[in-house]
């Protein structure tokens, strides 16, 4: 059931901390995140008061007035006020207590234990409510005529509220969860996309080199293993701007290989300040795409630029390829598509901070790339 | 046997033709880098076997194939992949000769012992089982046994005839055997039909013109040559030319 547990923590902070709310506490918060909200908080004691006054309004418009309790509407209101306050923040405070035990719990036992603890707090509040009345004189004796029927009642009320309210708490979690849980899967997938056309491609490269040139087939092994390390990383998800460019050369240092004197790259690298960072394979998908969409169709080969550099916090990355008539569709998706891939994956990470945008102008294909710079958490 | 190597990546031919000299009994008497020229060397060694990669700038694999299909005496191909599933796929259905890549030695050595020749059915089936289907790039003409592969986008238009399609550039005319229903069905955005025998490019309309007798005539670039319209077509092709006028 404690789905939380299940989730590697470590790497989901960052992105749920942009999805969620641009708050830094909540990643502490997520740490001990449980269905029952923490009523040991300010906050969370407001919406309770607020939550237990409106029960009260209600409880007091259908009460027949006047009656062996009331002699008027306000009467009524002000003392079911009380009680029903009483019993709300003595609830509050159970559950305040018992928090770090309940939050050990499973979910469905920590369900059940709460719902417990809360009807005890009803009896007990009711029952010192009788004696109160008793000791200031209001009744007779402790255990009027009526006795048996406010237990009856009050219980029944609060079996009712506290249900639905835990009910609820636990649907929003679950919801939560769901929704924490599908973005991570969404960008696994994402960050895992290698085209198997380039693993395999590589691979007969590598088979060929050992022969003829054993020591550039060592360093492509290396290259490759290097790269594969960081698609498999599960832990981090944003890197230093210069290891990023160090991966993407790696990249790039095999597609030479195979493509040969057809691929030249050039690179235009600005000065970054050393805290600023990019989600993990940035660079990489943006310049495979300018090889498979713009050189690799084209028989001669052509020209890749790529221009990084750093602006009023911003980090700018401007790529540009040849633009190919795309007559020939066998090339996989398309190249809108395949950057559409790369803009989601942007926004799971900044929301709308990011940009990105590209164009065909004369021949070439231009795309533009802003991402904020982070410090790293 | 001999054997004619095409694929793009230098690397990836080294690796071949030293795999075939490992295994011995077959002679590399040439290398391509790309459909076209698979085609035309094709057409001047005579290989009896063709080991060729599907993905290639150009023309690819596939449409090489099919263009070699009408030598008189084609060579068996053997296609080469790094990843393709559904042609794969295609290829195991069709029993047509594949080797993935990385290619491994023993598996050519098999591959290379029972090669086949293709169909043009196989082919066509490969053709349609990939993702996306594509039209081809050239137009191949047999002239005197010898292939003669004419760019698509050069040619101005297909007339049929009796029993052929001739094929007409701004330079020269071949005939095809061919069907212009078929034609139109694969290059449809390309060609406007205009008459029942008569598909021609829309990038080379001039103009479309009436003549004295009434009936409609279209103008083509770079050929002085008046194409009629049919009563039929002369709506569609009024249309065709209004709308690209307000374009």
Redesign the interface.
Known sequence: MDASKKFDLSRLRFFVRELMAPNPDIKLELRTQHFLPNFCEGKMIINLVMIAEMLALVISLVMPVPSIFFSNYFEALFQISIFVQWIALACAAGLCLSRTYLTRLPNHMALITAYLILLLITFLVNECAVWVLWWTGKIASPRPAWYAHLHFQNLSISAIINALMLGYFLTKQELKQRTISEAQAKMQALQSRIR??F???A???????T??DPKKAETAIEDMSELFRMMLNEEETLVPVNKEIDVARKYLALEE????S?LQVTWDIGKFPRKAIMPILTLQPLLENAITHGV????SGGAVSVTLWEEEDIIKIRITHPAPKQ?????GPDIDSALENIKQRFHTYYGDRAKIRWERQDNRFIISVSLPVRDIM | MRILIVDDEKLARDRLRELVNDIGGHTVIGEGRSGNEAVEKAAELNPDILLMDIRMPGMDGLEAAMHLMGMENPPSVIFTTAYDQHALDAFEVNAVDYLLKPIRKDRLANALVKARKLTQKQLKEINEAREEQQERTHISVHMRGNIRLVPVTDICYFLADSKYVVVRTAQEEHLIEDSLVNLEKEFGERYLRIHRNALVARAFINAIEKNPSGSWQVSIKGIDKKLDVSRRHAASVRRWARNKSSD
């Open positions: 198997p056309h693993v395999f491609n691979m007969n490269i590598i088979a060929s080199l022969r003829s290989l195979r493509l040969d057809r690799e169709p084209l028989p007559k020939k569709k066998d090339i």
